[in-house]
């Protein structure tokens, strides 16, 4: 006999909306629930289930099976047909329900005299966050509609019990879901240093849930059709458009979303869900949730990307759908607000008004993503890796971060707050220390003048030249504003921020380095192949080249930019003085086409190289004639010296860097240079730390560049420093075979109550 629902699921979700409309206590609320749910249904037995902690379902309502069961039965995930559905976030429709062999038999719930069996999964954010159940006497056969219908149900349950209106009642006690705001915390990888206890927003348009049931099926199904034809529209746009006529990467990657714009699997799924009653808004996002409940169990990493890819489109069929095209605006920010998201790009970020923004947490991202080197510069606690955030968060709630540790406290208990709250006076006290000493010249104890520069490569990291007090800037790291576009920077977009740069830096000089693309740094719109050791590949100076074109293009902006002015250039990762004599041919050739143009060249101009490959240390002899200046890239040298992955975080701190190696080689390095007159800074993260800074001036450096943070702790150290004292321990340390130089400084810079 073909059942079916009685008139339909809009039917249903009316009455449902009835329910919740009506003054009602938790319990009896979703009693009414299930008896709606069954009496449309034509099922005997209607069940909902929702998670206990500790991976635990239990049974929250019922009609049909034994009263006496609600909040008796409990089953493990993946326990019983029900574990089943909420393991694998798949609906299931048996019609002999206990020939499964998952079937798992509760005396108490009275359910033997049922044989068939409907189950869907109740879905939030890609989570199960409960489990809807029918049930018949008969073996009865489910039809397509009627699973659809159970979804459509399963969603708006999903969002109610989400949303705290059924918290009251047996729902307040202690862990259980449905009770109001409630403290979450979730673990992930600090990103960006700093903590801050502010307001979550939220980045990924979401459905409210006063639009997800439709009022109007025909509206809702044109509005569908309409979002999908822009959508579809403006990728098709995107792919036709100048700035990646060129193919590559990104245009792959456009094609696949054109290809998934135009899927009719994706389309018809959406047509169906809004058939079963729901708005445009609420089946893309029912469809969306579908889609990522599969990425969890996805492990093939190209499938994976492809599901990322949809997700994507998806969010933006929800912009087109809900009218949240773009990011709120300041007066619509609260103040320190953290930005919640599954992942985002770099750009995106830059949206937010600076003013407001104060934290991010990514349920993706890692130390590589493009997103973070735009947190770093803006020096906005960053969280990623936060993998269920989003299903605890609503907008506005307290929230948290703590991008030291990686820790995200939604609602944090009082006693989190005041234990951070000190943490962050703390904090306070000694930048309040370190901004006393702005104005002062890093001079040390024995009037040794020493250069501290910032490291940047953004227009938004400028301020810190003023803020830090800074001499200049030792590396301006140009491919950043190629890593955070999403095609190949115009050479007017290159020139203004170089000029910016410069006005900004006044007197105080920059160096600029040119592209260092490859490794760890890919661009998009850039085709690479894949290679097997990418640190050791195709990047740095040796990419640019082999595509002198680009390099050429960009030598031109600095160069325009450096018009009448002082322009200092290196090149990254040179391996042999032939390859420095390449790139600065290259200069040399823009220098004759200023002349033959009649432009204006800089006043002054100095050509260094970086020393980032341990090679170059012994062919000094040669290079030094030909360079302006020595660069030394710590972070790449030692990488190469001591043949350890920089990016990989089981080596991080494998090797001292202060142990007779390094120090010997950086020192032989120091001295080359002083004998042949040329200046020699460092620019790794070596010189950011004030006890590896201490050893560097004792080595014999004057100049080095760091991230903005650590002028002032570099600062603070080095007034209270001896150089003569230093040098003479290290001097005293390198010819002896003690390889525990660290241990020896730091116990010097307790001695002379160095702060470090
Ligand atoms: C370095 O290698 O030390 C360096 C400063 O360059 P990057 O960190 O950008 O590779
Ligand atoms: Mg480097």
Redesign the pocket.
Known sequence: MAQGSIGGPRVLLRRLREIMAEPRDTQTRLNEVVRAIAANMVAEVCSLYLPRPGNILELFATEGLNPQAVHQTHLNIGEGLVGLIAETAEYIALPDAQSHPKFAYRPETGEEIYKSLMGVPMLRGGRVIGVLVVQNRTMRQYEEEEIETMQTVAMVLAEVVASGVLSDAKASAPGLPLSGPRTHRAHGTGLAEGIVLGKAVLHDPRVDMSQIIAMDPEAERQRLDEALAALQNSVDEMLSGEGIARAGEHREVLEAYQMFARDRGWTTRLHEAVASGLTAAAAAERVQMENRARMQRVSDPYLRERLLDLDDLANRLLRHLTGQMHVPSADQLPDKAVIIARSMGPAELLDYDRGKLAGIVLEEGSHTAHVVIVARALEIPMVGGASDVLDWVEANDTILVDGDSGAVYIHPPEDVVAAYEERIAIRARKQAQFDALVGKPAVTKDAVRIYLNI?SGLVVDLPHLADTGADGIG?F?T?LQFLISSAFPRFEAQRAVYARVLDTAGARPVLF?TL?VG?D?KLPYLRQRGEENPALGWR?TRLAMERPSLLRYQLRALLAAGAGRELNLMF??ISEVSEFLQARELVELELVRITRLGRQPPIKLRIGA?L?VPSLVWQLDRLLPVVDFI?????????FFFAYD?SNPKLAGRYDQLSLAALRLLRQIVRECDTHGVPAG?????ASRPIEAMALIGLGFRNL?MSPMSIGPVKLMLMHLHVGAVTELLDEALVSSRDDVRGRLLEFAGRHEIPI
Do not use: H, I, T, Y
């Open positions: 490291n590396l790291r491919e380095r260092d490794a740094k740095g990254p990762m970086m980032e660069s030394v890239g710590s972070n790449d040298l030692l990488q920089r460092v620019c790794g993260e070596l560049s």
